[in-house]
């Protein structure tokens, strides 16, 4: 970075937490590990920190918090050493487009161009043979009315 | 001197793929009415265009291919010897065009009757692109009445002709004053109207005591008009000034489609 960025983000104050509940979130997180209850965690950060904070934005911190660290983790899912990831790395490009479902060798590009053109050949051959006029002399005349005409 | 290829291209008896002729190159014509439908005016129609012909000094040949007429009411009871009656009920078919086109007629009228529909379809299917390939075009008539059947009658020709043929569609008005809602309003007929742009020709109502007494008789439009004939009936002066009438505007309509009937 450029030494004039770095020294203007190095006079920026810390950020400020969001939540109050900011200090105490890894209490919550615990309490909530040992099965504790919403209802306790709040009970306790009144009686131990004189916190007042309801049920709700207790849970909607929580869930914050853990949809955050989510986030994080699926960033950095390539440098965990699953199957997936590690064919990723050593398979051949073919092996690793078929992975990602777009494999599309030229022999598929061939064979779906020519599928193409024989359907559209098809498609115009019928054009060309169908009848320019084709009555059914099952059916009886049909009379055409004029708009808001209606039958008696 | 080289002579000019693209002439000798166009003999007719060269017989070129059917894609090397172009249409308006043709040099013979077929006239047929579409049958199907009885009684709807075909014969009246063709009996007014031969004799339009004749004042065109086109010659044109009569072929009467009704075998349920057999006497009165068909091609040959007006004209005599002067149409040729042919039976289409063989495995020949409709081949006598070919015959009287290679004899040098250059424009034939063919009265088809009701049911000739199925040999008429099969002879198009199986004979067309060699015929067309001679230089011979075809104009098919079709007579439209009040009666929706007349109409389902030429939308089902239509249908198995296609554009092998080009259209003139004759409103007969075979009684006053006549409806034609069925062939002017109906789905099906304007979708065919739209596909094939046929030329739209009317045929005024005429009086019976003139329509009827002229098919018992055997006497034509002219005729009548020009007094050609030994029928009392017929000499009334006021019949003999309608069958005027009648013809003029008859001969006017026909010239609508003049380009149709020509080769």
Redesign the interface.
């Known amino acids: 970075m450029k030494p004039q960025f770095e020294a203007i983000l190095k006079t920026l104050p810390p950020q400020t937490p969001r939540s109050r509940l900011h200090p105490y979130s890894e209490l919550i997180r615990e309490m909530r590990k040992r099965k504790r209850s919403y209802r306790e965690i709040t009970e306790v950060l009144r009686d131990q920190f004189g916190l007042k904070a309801g049920i709700s934005t207790v849970r909607d911190f929580l869930r914050a918090q853990t949809k955050s660290k989510t986030k994080h983790r699926e960033r950095n899912n390539h440098n965990l050493h699953t199957t997936r990831n590690r064919k990723a790395l050593t398979a051949t490009n073919k092996e690793r487009e078929a992975l990602a479902g777009t494999a599309r060798t030229q022999k598929a590009f061939e064979s779906t161009e020519r599928h193409f053109q024989e359907s559209m050949q098809s498609r115009l051959s019928k054009l060309s043979n169908r009848p320019r006029f084709e009555y059914n002399s099952e059916e009886p005349l049909r009379i055409l009315r004029k708009q808001g005409e209606h039958d008696d | 001197m080289t002579s000019d290829t693209s002439t000798e291209r166009l003999q007719p008896e060269m017989k070129l793929p059917v894609s090397v002729v172009p249409m308006q190159q043709a040099t013979e014509r077929v006239i047929l009415t579409m049958g199907g439908k009885g009684g709807v005016g075909k014969t009246s129609f063709m009996l007014a265009l031969a004799e339009w012909f004749a004042t065109q000094k086109v010659e044109a040949k009569l072929l009467d291919l009704d075998s349920e007429n057999k006497t009165r009411g068909s091609l040959s009871h007006y004209f005599n010897r002067g149409a040729i009656k042919v039976n289409i009920h063989t495995a020949a078919g409709l081949d006598s065009f070919v015959d009287y086109i290679e004899g040098g007629t250059s424009i034939l009228l063919a009265d088809m009757g009701a049911s000739s529909g199925q040999v008429t379809y099969g002879w198009f299917d199986s004979m067309f692109e060699d015929v067309q390939a001679l230089g011979v075009s075809f104009t098919a008539i079709g007579i439209v009445t009040p009666d929706?059947a007349s109409?389902?009658s030429v939308?089902?020709w239509?249908?198995h002709l296609?554009?092998r043929v080009e259209y003139i569609i004759v409103e007969n008005a075979i009684a006053y004053p006549a409806d034609f809602?069925?062939w002017r309003?109906?789905?099906?007929?304007?979708?065919?109207r739209q596909?094939?742009n046929p030329v739209v020709l009317t045929m005024e109502f005429r009086l019976p005591e003139l329509e009827n007494a002229a098919r018992q008789h055997g006497i034509t439009l002219s005729e009548i008009a020009e007094r050609k004939h030994g029928i009392h009936e017929l000499q009334r002066a006021s019949l003999v000034l309608r069958a005027q009438s009648y013809r003029r505007r008859l001969f006017e309509e026909i010239e609508k489609a003049k380009h149709l009937l020509l080769p």
Not at chain 2, 185 to 192: D, M, N
Request: overall charge negative.
């Open positions: 929706p109409v389902e939308l089902s239509a249908a296609q554009d809602t069925y309003k109906s789905e099906q007929a304007h979708r065919f596909a094939f």
